[in-house]
Structures are given as C-alpha cells and as structure tokens.
C-alpha cells in the first residue's frame, strides 16, 4: 500500500521556520516526507535530519526524498530520544525543528495496522511496530479504572465510565481481538440516540492509540529538549490535531518563555530562571478554507512555533 500522508499547514509551516540555506533541520515527525521535501529545496549546504519510528515512513521518505541526496540523513527512532540520535550524527544544535503530530492517511487507510474502527483488523495501533505493547494487550489486560481513566482523558468520551465496564464485561467470556468486535462493544455501550453524532468509536480509538504510543507523555517530555537544541534565532514548530496536544505545547511554550516562579508581590525575579525564547504565534495558526476543502482531516490542525533567544 502507497504511504500517504497530506503535509497540514505546509506553506505555513516552512514560512514560519526561516529555512537557511546552509542551516541544520529536523523533522521530528518524518511520515511521508512532505515538510522535509520543503525544507531541502530551500537547502544548498544544509542538512536535514528526518525522525520517525515507522518503518514503512522511513521507506517511504527515502524514496520521496531521494532527489536531494547527501542533504538528508534518516533515522528510525522515537523523537523522544532527539539528542541521543543527533548526537550519534555528531549534531548538538539545528537552526530549525518542525514536529507534525498528525497520523498519516496511511496509517488510518491500512487495514492490518488497525488504527481504524472503519477496517476489521487485529487491535494493533503500533507506531513502532517493534514494540511489544498493542491496543489488544490495553483492552485485554488493563484495569477497568486505567480503560476508564484513559477513555476519558485521552478521549474526552462522556461514556468512558460505561464503555469501560462494557469491555472489562466481554473480555471476562473471550479476549477482544480486532477492530470490529471492540466496535460492537463500544455500540452497546452508547445510548442509541448518541449515535448519531459520529461513529461511537471515534473517541475510544484515539485514546487507545494515545495510550498505545505513549503520544501525550513523549510530547510533554520532549519540547523542552527541542528547545534546548536549537540554536539563538533558531525555531520550532509543533502542529498539533486536538485539545490534549495544543495544551501542552502552549503550556510548555509559555513556561520557556516566562520561567519565573517567583512570588508576584516579589519586587525582583530571585529564582534565576532565564527565559529561553519567545512565543512566535500568541493564537495558533490555522488552516484555510482551501486547505480544508481538500483535506477534512485538517481542519482540527494548530501550528504554534517558538523562537529560540
């Protein structure tokens, strides 16, 4: 199956990141190679460092990206592990960092990875297809109260309480094992009047891989380290797809530009902490109406960017 992934907020993204000709680049989030492709046209003696954890990404980056060749370095890891990788690669600082924390089209529109409720297929939801964690061992073996935690966080479902007894009380008969039958669980699950406001499954799924890939805690983690990569002037751009992840990177983003945790009534800042940079976008920016059009999966993208001092 053709890796598929529309780049969100491209042309507003590779703006909002200065690209230097002879500057040092990282996608953190490489998928098919849209915004990396960008970059590296705009690169004469520069270099771009292209990060993902799936493999099939990797594959299809390398064969979009072929045409600039030395220009770019691909490495398969979880962007969490930044530094280490680029140090590997002899690279301490980049001029630019860009992070789209989108699922690829080809990860939704392939069956057997089992991101979808609209595809029966084994409950997967792996980024990384070398880890041991599936979506199946979470709906198998996880408390009812972590399943209800997790649907309600991750989810924001209202009947994560209901959905979660749902699951802990068919898998006590038989394992749930694909896609479809943790569908029929979550259906009986709904009130049937609810069930018209979209597929029942929609807010589950996306919990389940949340959980799966650890999404929320690697981001929190890994914008500092970001920050601290970039050289003076240099940016980072994060886009993000729902309320969960644009409230971390607008907290972090805030927290790097406005450190201090001294005492308002406190004349003078005491606890010493420097700013390290400024928030580039007060408001996210959005996608257009055109860009919507073409692509429905973007119309819940933010792009928030900071600039290093």
């Known amino acids: 199956m053709e890796f598929r992934h529309y780049s969100v907020l491209l042309r507003e993204t590779i703006?909002?990141?200065?690209?230097?000709?002879?500057?040092?680049?990282?996608d953190g989030t490489l998928g098919g190679g849209g915004h990396a492709s960008e970059v590296c046209r705009l690169l004469t003696r520069g270099h771009l460092y292209?990060?993902?954890q799936d493999g099939d990404a990797i594959a299809a980056a390398r064969e979009r990206l072929a045409p600039f060749g030395d220009r770019v370095t691909f490495i398969r890891d979880n962007y969490r592990n930044v530094k280490a990788a680029l140090s590997v690669e002899g690279v301490e600082k980049a001029d630019g960092i860009v992070v789209d924390l989108g699922v690829s089209s080809y990860q939704f529109d392939n069956q057997e990875r089992g991101f979808s409720?609209?595809?029966?297929?084994?409950?997967?939801m792996r980024m990384d297809r070398r880890q041991t964690l599936t979506a199946k061992e979470i709906v198998n073996d996880?408390?009812?109260?972590?399943?209800y935690r997790i649907i309600r966080d991750y989810g924001e479902d209202r009947f994560a309480k209901n959905i979660a007894k749902h699951i802990v009380r068919t898998r006590a008969d038989k394992p749930i094992e694909t896609t479809y039958e943790l569908n029929e669980v979550i259906k009986a699950a709904v009130p049937a009047k609810m069930r018209q406001n979209g597929h029942p499954s929609k807010q589950t799924f996306q919990a389940?891989?949340?959980?799966?890939n650890r999404e929320l805690e690697v981001l929190r983690d890994t914008l500092d380290d970001f920050i601290d990569i970039l050289n003076p002037g240099g940016r980072l751009c994060v886009i993000t797809f729902h309320s969960l992840?644009?409230?971390i990177v607008k907290t972090t983003f805030r927290k790097n530009e406005a450190p201090c945790t001294c005492p308002p009534e406190f004349p003078v800042c005491v606890c010493g902490k420097i700013p390290k940079g400024s928030v580039v976008t007060k408001k996210p920016i959005l996608p257009g109406e055109e860009e919507i059009a073409q692509n429905a999966r973007s119309k819940s993208?933010?792009?928030r960017v900071f600039q290093k001092a």
């Open 15 to 26: 703006e909002q990141l200065q690209v230097k000709p002879d500057g040092i680049y990282v």
């Open 50 to 52: 292209g990060i993902d």
């Open 117 to 124: 409720y609209r595809f029966d297929a084994p409950l997967d």
């Open 142 to 147: 996880y408390p009812e109260s972590d399943l």
């Open 208 to 212: 389940l891989r949340i959980e799966c």
């Open 245 to 247: 992840e644009d409230r």
């Open 301 to 303: 993208a933010k792009l």
